[in-house]
């Protein structure tokens, strides 16, 4: 098992444009905190929370692997609901739930790439 702290050390060794995407998801996520009173802000904190904890655990088993988009997982029943929100929403809570869906969106799709060239990867060894 490896130290979870590793992964901070690793991501600063991946290309430019990897560390820089995840510190905007991470930013991303956190800017949950300006809009604290609306209940769906808390649940963005709390899905990232765990996120990260899941990451973190695949990251002690299987290192920084393609396999560590499976730490996004939760994000999926969390963006649905983020869209479904989003008419609802008013001016900068509408655009940060845009930006954040958005984000998430094309997280998740790199995210599905990497998971599928991990397991097929693996499968054909």
């Not at 996004?72 to 954040?100: C, D, N």
Request: net charge positive.
């Amino acid at each position: 098992m490896r130290n979870p702290l590793r992964f901070f050390i690793e991501l600063m060794e991946q290309p430019l444009w990897v560390s820089l995407w995840v510190l905007f998801l991470m930013l991303v996520n956190m800017a949950s905190l300006a809009f604290w009173q609306e209940a769906i802000a808390r649940l963005i904190l709390m899905n990232f929370l765990a996120s990260a904890m899941l990451m973190m655990g695949l990251y002690a088993r299987f290192g920084f692997t393609k396999i560590l988009g499976l730490g996004h997982f939760p994000w999926i029943p969390l963006l649905a609901y983020v869209v479904t929100q989003i008419p609802a929403a008013e001016a900068s809570f509408k655009r940060y739930l845009l930006v954040l869906s958005v984000s998430m969106a094309i997280s998740l799709v790199l995210d599905t790439i990497d998971v599928w060239t991990y397991f097929t990867t693996r499968l054909r060894r």
